[in-house]
């Protein structure tokens, strides 16, 4: 369990670091794959 969480943390602070990368987190969460709603939660 503890890997699996590790693994979704990792993944969710890559999305928030390109997000401040582009200054664009519409752009961010296409690139990941996310919503923007799921960005915002």
Request: proline share 0%; aromatic share 8%; charged share 25%.
């Amino acid at each position: 369990m503890l890997h699996s969480t590790d693994k979704i943390i990792k993944h969710k602070a890559g999305l928030l670091n390109l997000a401040e990368e582009l200054g664009n987190v519409s752009k961010a969460c296409q690139v990941m794959g996310y919503s923007r709603d799921t960005f915002y939660r």
